[in-house]
């Protein structure tokens, strides 16, 4: 992977990360504080749901 790939990826990231905030900063903040109340175990099984999802699309992109 070049480092121009890795750049724009991680720019795209902060891009779509950042649209919700800015969107609608009331609903972020409800959907944040909802997150904050999950357990650990739930965290962890929506990261690796992530995870999995991300790598599935790699996978399928190239």
């Known amino acids: ?6 750049w724009s990826a991680l720019a795209l990231v902060l891009v779509i990360e950042g649209a919700m905030p800015f969107l609608s900063p009331g609903t972020w903040r409800k959907g944040f504080i909802q997150l904050l109340q999950l ?3 739930q965290l962890r099984f929506f990261g690796l749901c992530s995870i999995l999802l991300g790598v599935l699309l790699l996978w399928v992109a190239n």
Request: proline share 0%; glycine share 12%; charged share 35%.
């Open 39 to 41: 357990r650990d175990g």
């Open 1 to 6: 992977m070049s480092s121009d790939v890795f």
